[in-house]
């Protein structure tokens, strides 16, 4: 429930909404059956319950903490296709991009739009920033915006106006991931359109958190076009908004994406001032506490990784390295795109020390990383900084030989 941000009353409905998916005949489940099964007090629902339970969180009953009594047996009811869709989810995560698409909408049913939906659609964007987890946004543009069309479309048929409003808020994220892919891709000028709506969307769903997302991801866009000065005006924008207040999670992404832009607008000073509130608010920060998907990148490593992109451009290469072996040394193992590209960093802190030699064997695993994937835009932007400043500080056979290695490479991910 709290991953789903669900009240027990829409809980109940969602489950309600299930049942009558499953059998033809919407289900008579209670607020007050819900207060049960988080007390204990109904450790096993009954079997239509269970199974409605099942497709709306997409786990097995068990693994939402119910006890079978004694030797039971599941009713014979058909399987419902979300529920199988939900078991591939791993799968699906690594998929290529001429394959991703949107699992279909259900067949429409007599009951109205509702929490049900909404938990489907995001399923979806679940799906897609896993797909980016593991090889990056790029590609996700056309499946997102597809996304994006599903919940609008829903939001007309909605009946109350906290779906309307959850519908809103599904629109801007799919919308903000398809910036997302354009940006991870290099493709940045339709990336800034998409993030105008996205934004737009976020105020009808009345909800900062994706406005954050948004700010976060204008950031990004105005830095990727040398436009620090927006960068930093964006990234504050991001620091005023509500959640900022009540997530030292949120507070802390929004003052290291302005350090990030301090940086490079040449506010060395102000840079160092916005990392030690980033460190300060992640500190405080319930590791535990449940998150959307679309901020679960961030935390220590993802923090370190910010750093060391700080560190080296205020002219400290020395702790931009530390900061990326920190960063790599606490990345989960299923990011697989952020793993590369922050390898790529540290390669960059290791050339502007002057070993040389080493900066090259490290960005060379860049391409091991990223073996039978596309490199991002983003990241062969980066390798070609990489190149050019190797180019300007190592000697001329040893540069030539990096670039004649890893052309092929280069040009054909």
């Given at each position: 429930?709290?991953?789903?941000?669900?009240?027990?009353?829409?809980?109940?409905?969602?489950?309600?909404?299930?049942?009558?998916?499953?059998?033809?005949?919407?289900?008579?489940?209670?607020?007050?059956?819900?207060?049960?099964?988080?007390?204990g007090?109904?450790r096993?629902?009954?079997?239509?319950?269970?199974?409605?339970?099942?497709?709306?969180?997409?786990?097995p009953?068990?693994?939402?903490?119910f006890?079978?009594?004694?030797?039971?047996?599941?009713?014979?009811?058909?399987?419902?296709?979300?529920m199988?869709?939900r078991?591939?989810?791993g799968?699906?995560?690594?998929?290529?991009?001429?394959?991703?698409?949107?699992?279909?909408?259900?067949?429409?049913?007599?009951?109205?739009?509702g929490?049900?939906?909404?938990?489907?659609?995001?399923?979806d964007?679940?799906?897609?920033?896993?797909?980016?987890?593991?090889?990056?946004?790029?590609?996700?543009?056309?499946?997102?915006?597809?996304g994006?069309?599903?919940?609008?479309?829903?939001?007309?048929?909605?009946?109350?106006q906290?779906?309307?409003?959850?519908?809103y808020?599904?629109a801007?994220?799919?919308?903000?991931?398809?910036?997302?892919?354009?940006?991870?891709?290099?493709?940045?000028?339709?990336a800034?359109?998409?993030?105008e709506?996205?934004?737009?969307?976020?105020?009808?769903?009345?909800d900062?958190?994706?406005?954050?997302?948004?700010?976060?991801?204008?950031?990004m866009?105005?830095?990727?076009r040398?436009?620090?000065?927006?960068?930093?005006?964006?990234?504050?924008?991001?620091?005023?908004?509500?959640i900022?207040?009540?997530?030292?999670?949120?507070?802390?992404?929004?003052?290291?994406?302005?350090?990030?832009?301090?940086a490079h607008?040449?506010?060395?000073?102000?840079?160092?001032?916005?990392?030690?509130r980033?460190?300060?608010?992640?500190a405080?920060?319930?590791?535990a506490?449940?998150?959307?998907?679309w901020?679960?990148?961030?935390?220590?490593?993802?923090?370190?990784?910010?750093?060391?992109i700080?560190?080296?451009?205020?002219?400290?290469?020395?702790?931009?390295?530390a900061?990326?072996?920190?960063?790599?040394?606490?990345?989960?193992d299923?990011?697989?795109?952020?793993?590369?590209?922050?390898?790529?960093r540290?390669?960059?802190?290791?050339?502007h020390?002057?070993?040389?030699?080493?900066a090259?064997?490290t960005?060379?695993?860049?391409?091991?990383i990223?073996?039978?994937m596309?490199?991002?835009?983003r990241?062969?932007?980066?390798?070609?900084?990489?190149?050019?400043?190797?180019?300007?500080?190592a000697?001329?056979?040893?540069?030539?030989?990096?670039?004649?290695?890893?052309?092929?490479?280069w040009?054909?991910?």
């Amino acid at each position: 429930m709290a991953a789903h941000q669900m009240s027990a009353s829409e809980l109940a409905d969602a489950v309600n909404e299930a049942i009558g998916t499953l059998t033809g005949k919407t289900g008579s489940t209670s607020e007050r059956t819900v207060f049960r099964w988080l007390s204990g007090e109904n450790r096993w629902p009954q079997a239509r319950q269970r199974r409605a339970l099942e497709n709306v969180c997409g786990l097995p009953v068990t693994a939402l903490g119910f006890v079978p009594r004694g030797k039971s047996t599941r009713a014979a009811l058909p399987e419902d296709p979300d529920m199988r869709r939900r078991r591939l989810f791993g799968a699906a995560a690594g998929t290529t991009a001429a394959a991703i698409s949107l699992a279909p909408p259900p067949a429409p049913h007599p009951s109205r739009v509702g929490t049900s939906d909404v938990i489907r659609l995001r399923d979806d964007v679940e799906r897609l920033l896993a797909v980016d987890a593991e090889r990056g946004g790029h590609g996700l543009e056309q499946a997102a915006l597809a996304g994006a069309s599903e919940a609008l479309r829903l939001q007309k048929e909605s009946a109350t106006q906290r779906v309307r409003q959850r519908l809103y808020a599904l629109a801007a994220d799919f919308t903000a991931t398809a910036a997302w892919s354009l940006i991870d891709a290099g493709r940045l000028d339709m990336a800034g359109r998409h993030l105008e709506r996205a934004l737009a969307l976020a105020g009808l769903a009345q909800d900062s958190e994706i406005a954050l997302q948004v700010w976060n991801l204008r950031a990004m866009l105005a830095r990727q076009r040398r436009d620090y000065l927006e960068a930093v005006a964006s990234s504050q924008a991001a620091q005023t908004t509500a959640i900022t207040r009540r997530s030292p999670l949120h507070a802390s992404l929004a003052y290291a994406r302005t350090a990030v832009g301090l940086a490079h607008a040449g506010e060395a000073r102000a840079a160092l001032r916005c990392l030690g509130r980033a460190e300060n608010a992640l500190a405080k920060a319930d590791p535990a506490q449940p998150r959307s998907s679309w901020i679960a990148f961030y935390g220590l490593a993802e923090l370190h990784s910010l750093t060391a992109i700080v560190r080296d451009v205020v002219g400290h290469p020395a702790h931009a390295e530390a900061a990326s072996h920190r960063a790599l040394a606490a990345l989960p193992d299923a990011y697989r795109r952020n793993r590369a590209y922050t390898t790529a960093r540290l390669a960059l802190a290791q050339l502007h020390q002057g070993d040389v030699e080493q900066a090259c064997a490290t960005s060379g695993k860049v391409f091991e990383i990223m073996a039978g994937m596309p490199l991002p835009g983003r990241m062969r932007l980066l390798l070609g900084d990489f190149q050019r400043d190797l180019l300007a500080q190592a000697p001329a056979a040893l540069a030539h030989e990096w670039t004649d290695h890893y052309r092929t490479e280069w040009s054909s991910s």
